[in-house]
C-alpha cells in the first residue's frame, strides 16, 4: 500500500486514526498492539507471503536482543550480537543478492547454479537495518532491551517508515514506544497533517510529473535519449523526481509518525543546495547516510587514522552504501563513485578550503552538483552500459560512431511542457519558503497573520489538489520501494 | 504575551488545517467505503496470495473510478495542469495539440508487425479473387498541429512509410481526406462528417472496382439526414476535465430520412436487432443521453465491442457483401457503408476470439469486397494470421 493511493488514505489510514484515538489514552499498550495490527495489515495488503518473514524476523530478533543483554559483559553477549547480525545480513543477502551472486560466479568461473528467483520483499533493506540498529543499541547499552516482543515488533514494522524509511533508530525511539503520550496533541497532529500534505505534494504534483520525462529519456517507455538536451532533461528530471519522490515520502513518515504521537528524525535537508559532495551527503538520506557513519565507518576507525586507512574505511562504506541500493554493477559503481569523489574532497580538504574561499566554493558548487548528476545516470539507468551511453550523449560524445544532435523537438516539447513544474522543483528543493517565513516572523504582527493564513490556505488547496491527482491519477509507486 | 499569541495563532491555523484534512479524509471515506467493502466482499473467497496484488488494484480502482465527487476532483485537477501549462497528461499518453485538440500517444508502434498483418490479409483474399482496401483515416495530427508528430507515433497518425510499404507489396490504399474538422477535440475519434466523406471515399472505390454498391447518390447527400448535435465529452475530458479541454464537442448524430430497414446479428452475443437505421444500428442509445456518465454510448453504434456481427440491409436485398476488418475508429463509417451494400459484416479482431474469426473469415468467408481500417496499434497487434 502507499501513501499517495485512494485505498490508503480513504480506508486504512481513517480506520487506523479512529481506531488508535477511541483507544482510552492511558491504555498506551493497547494502543501499540493496534497499531502494530494495522502495520501488518500495512504491509500484507501487497506482500501477503512476506509479512510470515517479518514476523519471524521481529521474533529472532527480540530474542537475540534478550540474550544480548542477559549475556551483557560476557563473550556469549558478542556472540549473541553477531548472530543476530547474521540472520539480519542473511535473510538480506537471500531475498536482494543470492541471484546477483550467482549470476556473476557463473559468468567468471564458467558455472551454471540455478538462479532462485526469490521475489524482493519489500522494505527489507529498512526494517532490517532498523532491526540491526536494536541489536547494536542493545549491546552498546545505549538503549535498553525491549522485553515486550510487541513493542520490538511495532519499532521494526511502524507502517509510516516501513516501506521506505527513514532508517529510525532503536535509541531514538525507544523511550517512545512506552512513554509518548496517547491522547490528542493539535499542535502535534496538526503539524504532522501539515508534513503529510506537504509530502504527498511534492510526490503527486512534482515527482510524479518529472518521472514522466526521466522514464522517456531513459529508456522505460522509448529508445535513448535521442538529443542531448534530451539526456541534459531527463538526468535533470530524475534528480527532481528522486528527491522529491524520496523526501516526499519521509515528510508523509514523519507527518504520519507524528499524527500518532512519534518524532522521527529528518532524512532531507535540502540535498541539492549543498556546496561539495560531503556536505551532500550529510543532507541526502540522512537516517542511512549516518547509519553507515555510526555503524560502520566509525567502528572502523572513522577519520582519524593513518591516510590508507582513511582510505579503507571509506572504500568499505560507500560501497555497503552502493550495494544497499541494490544487486547491481551500476548500484556498486554508483558507491565507488562517491567513495572517489569523497576521498578526494577529504584528502584535499575541500569542504574546509570552499567554507573559506569563494571563488573556490561557486565553481566547486557547479561541480558538485555535476557529481550528483552523473551519479544519478548510474543509478537510474538499467545497467553500467547504458550509464556510458547515456553519459556520452549527455556530453556530445558518439556513441557506436553515431552523433546524436544537440536539440530536438521532442526535446523542446519536454521543456516547454514542463518549465512551470521544473521552476516549481529548483523552488521546492531550496530553503526559499524557510528563509521567506523566518524573515515574515521578524516583521509585523499584521504581516504574520496574513503569512499564517495564506500558508493555512496554501496547505488547504494542496489538500485538494492532491486529492484530484489520486483519483485521476495511476498506479505509481515510490522509487525507495525497490532498495 | 507575545509567544502565547503566536501559539494561539498556530494553534488555531493548525486547527482549520486539521479540520478540513479529516473531513476530506472521513467525508470522501464515507461515500466510497461501501464500494470498497462490497468489493472487498465479493472477492473475498478467492483471495489467494498469488491474486491478491491485483485484486488491490481492483480495490484502488474502486475508490477512484466510482468517486462521488469524481467530475469536479477531475475538472480541478485539469485546471492545475492548465497553471502548470501541460501539454501531456497521463504518462504522455494523452496530449493537447496547439489547436487544443486531443491526441494519444502510441508507444512502441510496431510498424513490421502491421505491414506484414495487412499484407497476409491482401493475399489470402487476392487468391480467392476478393480485392481489399486498406483505409488511412484522415489524419487528425499534423506537423502543424503538433510539432513532434515526427517522433512519436499518435493514434490515427498517418505514417507514409507504412503506406508506402504497403503499396509497394500490391495493397490498395485509400488516403482518406474530409473537409472541415476531421476530428473530434476531446475525443480520438473523427467527426460525423469526416467518418460519412472516408464511407463516401470507400464506396467510390467499390463502384471503380465494379461492385455493386447502391444508391450512392442518396446516401452521400447529407441533405437526406435530419441532424441533431449533443454537447459531447470525450477521454481528454475523463482524464483531466471541462475546464482544461476548453469545453466538450459538438457531436453531431444523422438519421436518414429515407426508408430504411436492418438486422444486425451477433450470434456470438445472442444479439439479434431489427429495425430502421436509428433503432438497429445506432443501437438506441441516444434517447438515453447520459453522455457525461458514459460518452459512448452516444459513439455506440453497431455492436462494440463483439469481435463479429454482421448487418444485413433488406432494402438492398442482392447488393454487395462486404467485410469490415476495424476497431472503432470506423463504427460510423461501416454504418452508413452499410446503407448501400446487402450486407456488411464487422470484424474486431480485439474482441473476444477476434483473431480466430479473421482466420476463418479470411480462409472461407464469402465477400465481394474486403475493407481494413483501424487506428489504434491494439488493432495490428492482436492480428497473427501466419
Same mark, same amino acid.
Given at each position: 500500500?502507499?501513501?499517495?493511493?485512494?485505498?490508503?488514505?480513504?480506508?486504512?489510514?481513517?480506520?487506523?486514526?479512529?481506531?488508535?484515538?477511541?483507544?482510552?489514552?492511558?491504555?498506551?499498550?493497547?494502543?501499540?498492539?493496534?497499531?502494530?495490527?494495522?502495520?501488518?495489515?500495512?504491509?500484507?495488503?501487497?506482500?501477503?507471503?512476506?509479512?510470515?518473514?517479518?514476523?519471524?524476523?521481529?521474533?529472532?530478533n527480540w530474542a537475540f536482543g534478550l540474550a544480548v543483554d542477559y549475556f551483557r559483559g560476557k563473550a556469549v553477549a558478542k556472540a549473541c550480537l553477531i548472530g543476530m547480525g547474521a540472520w539480519n545480513v542473511g535473510i538480506f543477502f537471500i531475498y536482494k543478492y543470492l541471484d546477483f551472486t550467482i549470476i556473476n560466479i557463473d559468468r567468471f568461473f564458467g558455472l551454471r547454479f540455478e538462479l532462485q528467483g526469490f521475489v524482493l520483499p519489500i522494505g527489507i533493506s529498512f526494517f532490517t537495518f532498523q532491526a540491526i540498529s536494536y541489536g547494536i543499541d542493545v549491546y552498546r547499552g545505549t538503549a535498553a532491551v525491549q522485553k515486550n516482543p510487541l513493542n520490538t515488533a511495532l519499532y521494526i514494522s511502524f507502517f509510516p517508515q516501513l516501506?521506505?524509511?527513514?532508517?529510525?533508530?532503536?535509541?531514538?525511539?525507544?523511550?517512545?514506544?512506552?512513554?509518548?503520550?496517547?491522547?490528542?496533541?493539535?499542535?502535534?497532529?496538526?503539524?504532522?497533517?501539515?508534513?503529510?500534505?506537504?509530502?504527498?505534494?511534492?510526490?503527486?504534483?512534482?515527482?510524479?510529473?518529472?518521472?514522466?520525462?526521466?522514464?522517456?529519456?531513459?529508456?522505460?517507455?522509448?529508445?535513448?535519449?535521442?538529443?542531448?538536451?534530451?539526456?541534459?532533461?531527463?538526468?535533470?528530471?530524475?534528480?527532481?523526481?528522486?528527491?522529491?519522490?524520496?523526501?516526499?515520502?519521509?515528510?508523509?513518515?514523519?507527518?504520519?509518525?507524528?499524527?500518532?504521537?512519534?518524532?522521527?528524525?529528518?532524512?532531507?535537508?535540502?540535498?541539492?543546495?549543498?556546496?561539495?559532495?560531503?556536505?551532500f551527503w550529510r543532507r541526502w538520506h540522512i537516517s542511512l547516510s549516518s547509519w553507515f557513519r555510526d555503524y560502520v565507518y566509525i567502528p572502523l576507525g572513522g577519520s582519524r587514522v593513518p591516510t590508507g586507512r582513511l582510505i579503507f574505511n571509506l572504500f568499505a562504506t560507500w560501497m555497503l552504501t552502493g550495494v544497499w541500493h541494490g544487486a547491481g554493477w551500476n548500484f556498486i559503481a554508483w558507491g565507488f563513485w562517491y567513495f572517489v569523489l569523497l576521498t578526494f574532497e577529504k584528502l584535499l580538504r575541500i569542504p574546509e578550503r570552499a567554507a573559506k574561499t569563494p571563488w573556490i566554493g561557486i565553481p566547486y558548487r557547479i561541480f558538485t552538483i555535476l557529481c550528483f548528476l552523473c551519479g544519478w545516470?548510474?543509478?537510474?539507468?538499467?545497467?553500467?552500459?547504458?550509464?556510458?551511453?547515456?553519459?556520452?550523449?549527455?556530453?556530445?560524445?558518439?556513441?557506436?560512431?553515431?552523433?546524436?544532435?544537440?536539440?530536438?523537438?521532442?526535446?523542446?516539447?519536454?521543456?516547454?511542457?514542463?518549465?512551470?513544474?521544473?521552476?516549481?522543483?529548483?523552488?521546492?528543493?531550496?530553503?526559499?519558503?524557510?528563509?521567506?517565513?523566518?524573515?515574515?516572523?521578524?516583521?509585523?504582527?499584521?504581516?504574520?497573520?496574513?503569512?499564517?493564513?495564506?500558508?493555512?490556505?496554501?496547505?488547504?488547496?494542496?489538500?485538494?489538489?492532491?486529492?484530484?491527482?489520486?483519483?485521476?491519477?495511476?498506479?505509481?509507486?515510490?522509487?525507495?520501494?525497490?532498495? | 504575551m507575545e509567544e502565547q499569541n503566536k501559539k494561539k495563532k498556530?494553534?488555531?491555523?493548525?486547527?482549520?488545517? !486539521?479540520?478540513?484534512?479529516?473531513?476530506?479524509?472521513?467525508?470522501?471515506?464515507?461515500?466510497?467505503?461501501?464500494r470498497f467493502v462490497s468489493l472487498l466482499k465479493a472477492d473475498l473467497p478467492g483471495i489467494t496470495p498469488e491474486n491478491v496484488i491485483w485484486r488491490t488494484g481492483s480495490w484502488n480502482t474502486a475508490y477512484t473510478e466510482y468517486f462521488r465527487f469524481r467530475e469536479p476532483l477531475i475538472d480541478l485537477y485539469g485546471v492545475v495542469n492548465l497553471g502548470l501549462d501541460k501539454k501531456s497528461l497521463d504518462n504522455f499518453t494523452l496530449l493537447k495539440d496547439s489547436e487544443n485538440k486531443m491526441q494519444s500517444t502510441q508507444e512502441g508502434f510496431d510498424r513490421l508487425h502491421a505491414e506484414e498483418a495487412v499484407m497476409i490479409l491482401s493475399e489470402s483474399f487476392a487468391q480467392r479473387g476478393i480485392p481489399l482496401l486498406f483505409v488511412s483515416e484522415p489524419p487528425r495530427v499534423t506537423e502543424e498541429s503538433f510539432p513532434v508528430s515526427a517522433e512519436v507515433h499518435f493514434f490515427g497518425s498517418r505514417d507514409p512509410e507504412f503506406?508506402?510499404?504497403?503499396?509497394?507489396?500490391?495493397?490498395?490504399?485509400?488516403?482518406?481526406?474530409?473537409?472541415?474538422?476531421?476530428?473530434?477535440?476531446?475525443?480520438?475519434?473523427?467527426? !460525423?462528417?469526416?467518418?460519412?466523406?472516408?464511407?463516401?471515399?470507400?464506396?467510390?472505390?467499390?463502384?471503380?472496382?465494379?461492385?455493386?454498391?447502391?444508391?450512392?447518390?442518396?446516401?452521400?447527400?447529407?441533405?437526406?439526414?435530419?441532424a441533431a448535435s449533443h454537447l459531447f465529452y470525450g477521454n481528454l475530458v475523463k482524464s483531466s476535465g471541462r475546464y482544461y479541454t476548453l469545453g466538450g464537442d459538438d457531436f453531431e448524430l444523422l438519421y436518414p430520412r429515407f426508408e430504411t430497414d436492418f438486422t444486425i446479428d451477433n450470434p456470438e452475443g445472442n444479439i439479434e436487432r431489427r429495425g430502421d437505421f436509428r433503432h438497429s444500428l445506432m443501437n438506441g442509445m441516444e434517447d438515453q443521453l447520459e453522455i457525461n456518465a458514459n460518452p459512448y454510448w452516444v459513439l455506440d453504434y453497431l455492436q462494440y465491442p463483439s469481435a463479429r456481427y454482421t448487418i444485413t440491409n433488406h432494402k438492398q436485398?442482392?447488393?454487395?457483401?462486404?467485410?469490415?476488418?476495424?476497431?472503432?475508429?470506423?463504427?460510423?463509417?461501416?454504418?452508413?457503408?452499410?446503407?448501400?451494400?446487402?450486407?456488411?459484416?464487422?470484424?474486431?479482431?480485439?474482441?473476444?476470439?477476434?483473431?480466430?474469426?479473421?482466420?476463418?473469415?479470411?480462409?472461407?468467408?464469402?465477400?465481394?469486397?474486403?475493407?481494413?481500417?483501424?487506428?489504434?496499434?491494439?488493432?495490428?497487434?492482436?492480428?497473427?494470421?501466419?
Open positions: 500500500m502507499i501513501f499517495s493511493s485512494a485505498v490508503f488514505l480513504f480506508a486504512f489510514f481513517p480506520v487506523c486514526l479512529a481506531g488508535y484515538y477511541l483507544i482510552p489514552k492511558s491504555r498506551l499498550g493497547v494502543k501499540n498492539i493496534f497499531l502494530l495490527i494495522m502495520s501488518l495489515a500495512f504491509y500484507a495488503y501487497g506482500e501477503p507471503k512476506f509479512v510470515f518473514i517479518m514476523i519471524l524476523s521481529i521474533f529472532v516501506m521506505a524509511g527513514p532508517i529510525v533508530r532503536y535509541n531514538a525511539i525507544a523511550a517512545q514506544l512506552t512513554g509518548r503520550g496517547g491522547g490528542f496533541d493539535l499542535e502535534n497532529f496538526s503539524y504532522g497533517v501539515k508534513r503529510f500534505v506537504i509530502g504527498l505534494s511534492k510526490k503527486l504534483i512534482l515527482a510524479n510529473t518529472v518521472a514522466v520525462v526521466a522514464d522517456r529519456a531513459f529508456g522505460a517507455q522509448a529508445a535513448d535519449p535521442q538529443a542531448v538536451l534530451t539526456a541534459w532533461l531527463g538526468v535533470i528530471c530524475y534528480s527532481f523526481q528522486i528527491y522529491f519522490d524520496f523526501s516526499g515520502y519521509s515528510d508523509m513518515a514523519i507527518g504520519l509518525g507524528r499524527m500518532f504521537g512519534f518524532r522521527f528524525d529528518e532524512n532531507f535537508n535540502y540535498p541539492y543546495i549543498s556546496r561539495t559532495i560531503t556536505e545516470v548510474v543509478f537510474r539507468a538499467p545497467g553500467l552500459a547504458e550509464a556510458m551511453r547515456y553519459l556520452k550523449i549527455m556530453f556530445g560524445l558518439p556513441v557506436n560512431g553515431r552523433h546524436f544532435p544537440v536539440v530536438s523537438e521532442l526535446a523542446l516539447f519536454y521543456l516547454k511542457d514542463n518549465w512551470v513544474v521544473l521552476i516549481l522543483c529548483v523552488l521546492a528543493c531550496t530553503p526559499i519558503l524557510a528563509v521567506l517565513t523566518a524573515g515574515v516572523r521578524k516583521g509585523s504582527v499584521g504581516l504574520n497573520k496574513t503569512w499564517d493564513v495564506m500558508g493555512t490556505a496554501g496547505l488547504i488547496a494542496l489538500i485538494f489538489i492532491c486529492v484530484s491527482y489520486i483519483v485521476n491519477g495511476s498506479y505509481n509507486p515510490f522509487i525507495y520501494f525497490n532498495f | 498556530i494553534t488555531k491555523s493548525g486547527l482549520v488545517l !486539521t479540520l478540513v484534512f479529516l473531513a476530506v479524509v472521513i467525508f470522501l471515506t464515507g461515500w466510497n467505503f461501501d503506406l508506402r510499404a504497403l503499396t509497394e507489396s500490391g495493397v490498395d490504399v485509400l488516403e482518406a481526406a474530409s473537409e472541415g474538422e476531421v476530428a473530434l477535440k476531446t475525443d480520438m475519434h473523427l467527426t !460525423t462528417a469526416a467518418e460519412m466523406d472516408v464511407a463516401r471515399q470507400i464506396a467510390e472505390w467499390l463502384k471503380r472496382q465494379g461492385i455493386d454498391y447502391r444508391d450512392d447518390d442518396l446516401i452521400f447527400d447529407l441533405a437526406n439526414y435530419d436485398e442482392g447488393g454487395c457483401k462486404i467485410l469490415y476488418v476495424m476497431d472503432s475508429v470506423a463504427m460510423r463509417t461501416a454504418a452508413y457503408l452499410a446503407l448501400g451494400a446487402g450486407e456488411v459484416t464487422v470484424i474486431d479482431p480485439r474482441g473476444a476470439n477476434g483473431n480466430a474469426l479473421l482466420i476463418e473469415a479470411m480462409n472461407t468467408g464469402d465477400y465481394d469486397a474486403v475493407i481494413v481500417e483501424g487506428g489504434g496499434q491494439d488493432f495490428y497487434f492482436t492480428m497473427n494470421l501466419y
